[in-house]
Every structure is written in structure tokens, then in C-alpha cells.
């Protein structure tokens, strides 16, 4: 069964540093979102995209965060300069007829 | 505001008896609800959905029913085995908003004991 695929599942970072969340699709898929979930928290939503742009963003997407899909397959999000609140699990997931796949996820913690 | 909630946080059931997972909206335009199976380390997974236009939908070992009146909405499973064990969340949206607008509750986290 064809799934979304995220690396790394662990990343560790100093405080300032820029960090990049990679996530691989379902290739047929068109819609594409990163969430967070924040330790004990609900799932909250990041951003979409689709056909190459943001269609939505929430608040917490602010300046220092930005996605790309550089290829065919891959969906980064990247975060210039972390914070210790961006310390949270980071799900990409892609749609299908309202139908969401989501990633394992990646670990972010923010030292 | 609008949200989502769950009444429990946790449920624990023996193995083999019947769990009933609870989550009330309160956004009366949302049509379109769905619940999520996350295991431990694993991302959200779709286990089932149902549409305004009806009360109850039936899957593998899974019912969700809807109460309109109400603002509730409610996962059974039955015969649960081990592997059920995981935290259960309902989200709610309005169809055709897309994923963008999906509302997610925090989570109930359903303990299966042998």
C-alpha cells in the first residue's frame, strides 16, 4: 500500500539553526500539508499546497517557516531560525478524495 | 470558538469487550467527520469516516454514529484486540474545504488489557 514517507523520524537542533523536514508523497496524490502536534497536544495544521504554491497557512506558519517541492516527490518544510516552541512532531500528509495519508513523522526537538 | 473535544482522555477496556470512544463538536456548519487511530511514534491513520446525511457507518469491527441534535459523535469497536491500543481522535470540516479546514480533537488514549 502506497504511503507518505518522512525523514528523518529524529531531528535534533540547537536553538537558531535552520532545519529541513523532507517528505515524500503518495505519487498520485496533488494536495499536500505539513501538521504539528506539539507533546499532549491536538494536531494542528501548517500549511497546503498545491500545484507548486501555498494555498493555506495558519498563524503559526509565520516568516520562518517555508515549504517547497523542488522535484517531482519530495515536500520540504524548512525553518530558518528554530525556537524551542517549535519542538513538536512535524506530520506531512497528502489527499485524495478528502481521504488524508499521513507520515510517521519527525521528531523535532529544539535544545 | 469553534472546537472539537473528546470527553475522556483515557478508556481503559479488557480485551475482547466492546470500547465506545466520545467526541462532541460544536461547529453546526461541519458536515464531514472522520476519526484517527494514532499509535505511539506512528502519524494519524483514517479508520472511518461518515457524512451529515447519516447516522451511522459501519466498517471492519468499527461503527461511528452521529448525533446531529446533539453535536456528537461516537467510534465503536468491537472485540478489541491488543493492537487497538492507541490514541483515538475525531476531526471535523465542512466538505469541500479541503484538509485545510480540518478540526482535530486532542485525543483519547484507549488501553487494552489482557
Known amino acids: 500500500e502506497p504511503e507518505v514517507t518522512q525523514t528523518p523520524s529524529h531531528q535534533v537542533t540547537q536553538m537558531g539553526q535552520e532545519v529541513i523536514l523532507r517528505c515524500v508523497p503518495i505519487s498520485n496524490h496533488l494536495y499536500f500539508y505539513w501538521y504539528r502536534q506539539i507533546l499532549g497536544q491536538k494536531v494542528e495544521f501548517l500549511v497546503s499546497?498545491?500545484?507548486?504554491?501555498?494555498?493555506?497557512k495558519s498563524e503559526i506558519f509565520d516568516d520562518q517557516f517555508s515549504v517547497e517541492r523542488p522535484d517531482g516527490s519530495n515536500f520540504t518544510l524548512k525553518i530558518r531560525s528554530t525556537k524551542l516552541e517549535d519542538s513538536a512532531m512535524y506530520f506531512c500528509a497528502s489527499l485524495t478524495f478528502e481521504k488524508l495519508f499521513f507520515g510517521s513523522g519527525t521528531q523535532l526537538s529544539v535544545l | 470558538g469553534e472546537s472539537v473535544g473528546l470527553h475522556l482522555p483515557t478508556l481503559s477496556v479488557q480485551e475482547g469487550d466492546n470500547s465506545i470512544i466520545n467526541c462532541a463538536y460544536s461547529?453546526?456548519?461541519?458536515?464531514?467527520f472522520i476519526w484517527y487511530k494514532q499509535e505511539s511514534g506512528k502519524g494519524p491513520q483514517f479508520i472511518i469516516d461518515i457524512r451529515s446525511n447519516m447516522d451511522k457507518r459501519q466498517g471492519q469491527r468499527v461503527t461511528v454514529l452521529l448525533n446531529k441534535t446533539v453535536k456528537h459523535l461516537s467510534l465503536q469497536i468491537a472485540a478489541t484486540q491488543p493492537g487497538d491500543s492507541a490514541v483515538y481522535f475525531c476531526a471535523e470540516t465542512i466538505s469541500g474545504g479541503g484538509a485545510d479546514g480540518l478540526t482535530f480533537g486532542k485525543g483519547t488514549h484507549l488501553i487494552i488489557q489482557p
Open positions: 499546497f498545491y500545484n507548486n504554491e501555498i494555498s493555506e
Open positions: 461547529n453546526s456548519a461541519s458536515d464531514y
